[in-house]
């Protein structure tokens, strides 16, 4: 079965032609930031006319781990995503500027002199390293610049999740933390599946008194297996009491299919035209904070 599953996945050009298929068709264009010890590859759509539209906020979509493992206990030589979720619900973002950011070493190997800095640890153990947090710091730094933005609503699907509350919890910038899936407890995440621990990567979870400052919307899946609703339930259980983030737990909803066709609605319902957060609805119910 790992033999056929092999042959069967498409190569690195493959996966960066696919992304670069689904950006084009809604006129984004692709870039390489330098960004510490790594580039990272955005996609952006073209800058508005002066005057056209307000760029006070940009809203970058921060990506998952990609093909982070082949097999249960085989790396992948290229963590590039098969399918790219987070560039998906950056493609349907339904108001505002919007950007989208890939994690170190996805894109940019396959292209010769890139994929500077890349080792297989920063898709492994070390996929939220300190060095991986300021290299997108670096890249959020070079997009809000390109953008005349002042602030900027990250939202994060899956380890992506991870890297936008650990770059929220160390940024003066953030008006808001949106999580998709959201590996918000690696530790706690880790105990569940059984895998050795992510040594020598930073935790969110271990950041709660900084993001506590931040408003948070934490959507997750109930039939996710691969980060379960419980582990986004224990980050924000460990708030003080009234600060707890909001976490929605949609019924019917996995891992992956099907946020983006789903995207618009549930900006609209639970994050982006929210006039008082207090308002929400969470898991069908009013919100109580």
């Known amino acids: 079965m790992a033999l056929s599953a092999c042959a069967v996945l498409p190569s690195p050009a493959e996966r960066r ?55 249960s206990s085989q790396p992948s030589g290229d963590p590039t995503p098969r399918a790219p979720l987070a560039l998906q619900l950056a493609l349907a973002h339904p108001a505002g500027p919007a950007a989208y950011l890939a994690r170190p070493c996805q894109y940019t190997m396959p292209h010769p002199g890139s994929g500077r800095g890349c080792d297989v640890a920063y898709w492994t153990q070390r996929r939220f390293a300190p060095e991986v947090v300021q290299a997108e710091s670096l890249a959020l730094d070079a997009l809000k610049h390109r953008w005349s933005a002042r602030r900027l609503v990250l939202v994060g699907y899956s380890g992506g999740g991870a890297v936008a509350a650990l770059l929220a919890a160390r940024r003066d910038d953030v008006a808001a933390l949106v999580t998709v899936a959201g590996n918000l407890d690696h530790a706690a995440w880790t105990r569940l ?9 930073l935790n969110p979870a271990d950041e709660r008194a900084a993001l506590a400052r931040i408003p948070q919307w934490h959507l997750v899946g109930a039939d996710d297996r691969v980060v379960p609703p419980a582990v986004a339930q224990a980050y924000a259980a460990g708030f003080p009491p009234g600060q707890s983030p909001r976490v929605m737990v949609l019924p019917g909803q996995d891992h992956g299919c099907c946020w983006a066709a789903r995207w618009p609605t549930l900006w609209r319902d639970f994050v982006g035209i929210q006039p008082n957060p207090a308002d929400l609805k969470i898991d069908g119910s009013p919100s109580r904070r």
């Not at 950006?23 to 984004?28: E, F, L, T, V």
């Not at 599946?193 to 990567?201: A, F, K, R, W, Y």
């Open 193 to 201: 599946h059984g895998v050795p621990p992510l040594t020598g990567s």
């Open 17 to 71: 032609a696919h992304a670069d298929a689904l950006a084009s068709a809604r006129g984004w264009q692709a870039s390489l930031w330098s960004a510490g010890t790594f580039e990272l590859l955005a996609y952006t759509p073209p800058l508005p006319a002066a005057g056209s539209e307000s760029r006070d906020t940009l809203t970058v979509y921060i990506e998952g781990d990609g093909l982070a493992w082949v097999t």
